[in-house]
């Protein structure tokens, strides 16, 4: 859709390709669980001041993230991990509600896509 934000549907659709496209329903399913309490865990953690440096929980929570969005092609989602990752590793980042937010709905996004290709994922 125009109003999505970038996703990369070539990883998605390699994915697929992959694990056939009964495995990838409940990939995504796993996906969309594990973000989610990603996001919760970073949130969390960014509110209490966590340690942040490279390799620091407050890293790996949005590195994972990072990395997870990227293999599932939620690229967008992706991107703002990664300029968060960026931050926490400079010693820059620091607790933003607007980081969480835009997070929450680039997660949304990506899901909702998905769901109007027609990927069942619920």
Excluded: C
Aim: glycine share 10%; proline share 4%.
């Amino acid at each position: 859709m125009a109003s999505d934000p970038p996703i990369a549907w070539a990883s998605l659709d390699q994915l697929a390709d992959e694990v056939g496209p009964a495995v990838l329903p409940r990939l995504l399913r796993t996906f969309f669980a594990e973000a989610e309490t990603r996001m919760g865990a970073f949130a969390r953690l960014s509110q209490e001041g966590a340690e942040g440096g490279e390799g620091g929980r407050l890293h790996r929570e949005i590195h994972s993230l990072k990395s997870a969005a990227a293999s599932f092609g939620a690229a967008a989602l992706a991107m703002r991990a990664a300029e968060i990752e960026e931050a926490i590793e400079a010693g820059t980042y620091r607790h933003d509600p607007k980081d969480l937010a835009a997070l929450a709905g680039l997660f949304a996004a990506f899901r909702d896509a998905v769901r109007r290709r027609g990927i069942a994922v619920d």
